[in-house]
């Protein structure tokens, strides 16, 4: 369906549920309530990709990569280096970046040669940091580097993670990812998803989104209000 489509569709179930008695919307305020439904639908999907094969085919149109050796990944070398564990270092991803897939580093090992196969990334928390970095059988090593998630930095352009090694030298830095789908605009942008039940679900979900800000006493006098003006 095309973004036109959907708002056609989406209008079309409000008016059945309130009998043909809803107040009016434009086309930006539909056009908001589609694209927050479509970010809700794509983040409970991305948590399906690792299990589903039919998702993977969903999303496949959102999947893009990033390094450090493109310049698409860089490196932080500002004041967060005073709070970084040790061995640890800060890299900067896309913006763009919905959950990621893949990743792995190229490391020169202390005192060693550079070791030119990708070694494994493993996302971890703050909780598993403190439990496990001096079990030898879990923390980082020349086959494992740990990833913490730090935050979203504006000055940064990005969201900022950091790498702990075991004190080898990260070399390059590789990921692959799902881009968050971009803002669907009626008539001129449509969703980046061409997998019809993904449209579906984006009806679907705008519609509860509407009902549910309808059926708010506040929103709705505002709603009645804002019409009685026009």
């Not at 409970?44 to 085919?57: F, N």
């Amino acid at each position: 369906m095309t973004a036109q489509e959907m708002q056609y569709n989406i209008l079309l179930q409000i008016d059945s549920l309130f009998e043909n008695a809803a107040p009016g919307y434009n086309p930006t305020q539909i056009q908001s309530f589609m694209n927050r439904a479509q970010r809700r639908v794509f983040n409970e999907k991305k948590l399906l990709y690792d299990t589903d094969e039919s998702v993977k085919r969903m999303l496949s149109p959102l999947n893009k990569r990033a390094s450090t050796t493109d310049n698409t990944i860089k490196t932080v070398t500002v004041a967060l280096d005073l709070y970084k564990h040790t061995n640890g270092r800060y890299y900067t991803l896309p913006s763009n970046v919905g959950f990621i897939t893949e990743e792995y580093v190229k490391i020169t090992p202390v005192g060693g040669a550079t070791i030119t196969k990708p070694v494994l990334v493993k996302p971890i928390t703050y909780d598993y940091y403190v439990k496990n970095y001096e079990n030898r059988y879990k923390k980082p090593s020349i086959e494992l580097i740990w990833r913490l998630d730090y935050n979203y930095d504006s000055a940064q352009t990005g969201y900022i993670v950091e790498l702990i090694t075991d004190g080898s030298t990260i070399d390059s830095y590789h990921i692959s990812y799902l881009k968050y789908p971009q803002n669907m605009v009626i008539g001129t942008t449509n969703c980046e998803i061409i997998d019809e039940t993904f449209h579906d679900e984006i009806v679907s979900e705008t519609v509860k989104m509407i009902t549910a800000a309808l059926n708010d006493e506040g929103y709705s006098v505002a709603v009645n209000e804002a019409n009685s003006d026009k």
